[in-house]
T-cell receptor
Framework: AQSVTQLGSHVSVSEGALVLLRCNYSSSVPPYLFWYVQYPNQGLQLLLKYTTGATLVKGINGFEAEFKKSETSFHLTKPSAHMSDAAEYFCAVSGGGYQKVTFGTGTKLQVIP | DAGVTQSPTHLIKTRGQQVTLRCSPKSGHDTVSWYQQALGQGPQFIFQYYEEEERQRGNFPDRFSGHQFPNYSSELNVNALLLGDSALYLC??????????????FGQGTRLTVV
């Protein structure tokens, strides 16, 4: 069984400030971990993913995330927020292969000018 | 490359009716998964199709059924619609054969409103 917990349903940051979105997971098998972004009335776009190997994963639009097995965490960060980063972000976990993807409840990021 | 395409984009149905949603996967992908995203929620897994068979199913009633065609496209059918079925329905395609990497590409979704 797998599950994802995203801490904070809403996060507000100032433009240019650090973005930190928190995600903890639970998985009975080695996890594949993902971050997706969703803009209003849009589908989901993959920001980055961790499968195996390097635990610091770099994604699109300047985002990165670090897989910490000991903490069962996969937090998403970006050094400097842009207005265009305002969206909803979903953390997700999978068992790999053809396994289904389980999503968290999402974090809405607001960027204040 | 067209990516994952879903049709229609919006749909309004009456309670008790039946609806069919369609999905064409990204070129080269062989697996299609369907998700339901209620307002303010994360996507919930409905089921997954691979080689024209339902491989996995989430916690959804039998009113939700699907099909995958030889060209890998897929349909989601929902019978006896309830008001609670109103949601964004997302289709995701991936390639399982070979590496087994499940990076899923999502379509824009179909917004279903049941009145």
């Amino acid at each position: 069984a797998q599950s994802v917990t995203q801490l904070g349903s809403h996060v507000s940051v100032s433009e240019g400030a650090l973005v930190l979105l928190r995600c903890n997971y639970s998985s009975s098998v080695p996890p594949y971990l993902f971050w997706y972004v969703q803009y209003p009335n849009q589908g989901l776009q993959l920001l980055l993913k961790y499968t195996t190997g390097a635990t610091l994963v770099k994604g699109i639009n300047g985002f990165e995330a670090e897989f910490k097995k000991s903490e069962t965490s996969f937090h998403l960060t970006k050094p400097s927020a842009h207005m265009s980063d305002a969206a909803e972000y979903f953390c997700a976990v999978s068992g790999g292969g053809y396994q289904k993807v389980t999503f968290g409840t999402g974090t809405k990021l607001q960027v204040i000018p | 490359d067209a990516g994952v395409t879903q049709s229609p984009t919006h749909l309004i149905k009456t309670r008790g009716q039946q609806v069919t949603l369609r999905c064409s996967p990204k070129s080269g992908h062989d697996t299609v998964s369907w998700y339901q995203q209620a307002l303010g929620q994360g996507p919930q897994f409905i089921f997954q199709y691979y080689e024209e068979e339902e491989r996995q199913r989430g916690n959804f009633p039998d009113r939700f059924s699907g099909h995958q065609f030889p060209n890998y496209s897929s349909e989601l059918n929902v019978n006896a619609l309830l008001l609670g079925d109103s949601a964004l329905y997302l289709c995701a395609s991936s390639l399982v054969r070979g590496t087994g990497d499940t990076e899923a590409f999502f379509g824009q979704g179909t917004r279903l409103t049941v009145v």
